[in-house]
């Protein structure tokens, strides 16, 4: 009679076929090296910061989403791509629930400055009601990593790395 597998089993094997994904993207050339994770501290700090000012955006934005029955592509402005930016640096961070709230708030705004034919306006509008409506993020355990305390010196540097690193990634998406 077979026994199920330990946990250390499954750990083992899943470390073991990582491994071997790994080997074989690298023999297809698909080598990518993954962003550096930030410090949650400053993410959490990024997103506080911002949230208020982002909020209050995308309430407008889906009711102009409604009103207008279309995905509507806005003027790209100083501080819609400030916030973008901000945003997609902070999703970089280790904490999974603020990286995905940070990455969800970045598509949001990457959306309403680029526009996006694929989206369905009202799918959109709805997504960022849910959004909007939710509970404020509450996070435990930041992790500090690299993170000095000085907010816009370690942002300017972080998001200098993470644009050469989209830079450098783009280069090796040649499939």
Not at 65 to 87: C, G
Request: charged share 30%.
């Amino acid at each position: 009679m077979n026994s199920s597998p330990t946990i250390e089993e499954l750990k083992a094997d899943i470390e073991r076929l990582n491994k071997e994904i790994e080997q074989a993207d690298i023999e297809r050339g698909y080598c990518v090296i993954p962003f550096e994770p930030l410090s949650d501290v400053w993410a959490y700090e990024a997103y506080k910061k911002h949230w208020p000012e982002i909020k209050a955006f995308l309430t407008e934005y889906g009711r102009l989403l409604i009103q207008a029955k279309t995905i509507v592509k806005l003027d790209d402005s100083e501080k819609l791509r400030e916030w973008s930016e901000t945003m997609t640096v902070a999703s970089e961070c280790c904490d999974t629930v603020l990286s995905s709230q940070c990455h969800v708030l970045a598509i949001f705004l990457t959306t309403a400055i680029k526009g996006d034919p694929t989206l369905k306006y009202d799918k959109l509008a709805e997504m960022i009601a849910k959004e909007v409506s939710n509970y404020p993020l509450s996070v435990y355990d930041l992790k500090q990593r690299d993170y000095d305390g000085n907010y816009d010196d370690y942002y300017k540097t972080k998001l200098e790395a993470y644009k050469q690193w989209r830079k450098h990634f783009k280069q090796l998406r040649t499939y």
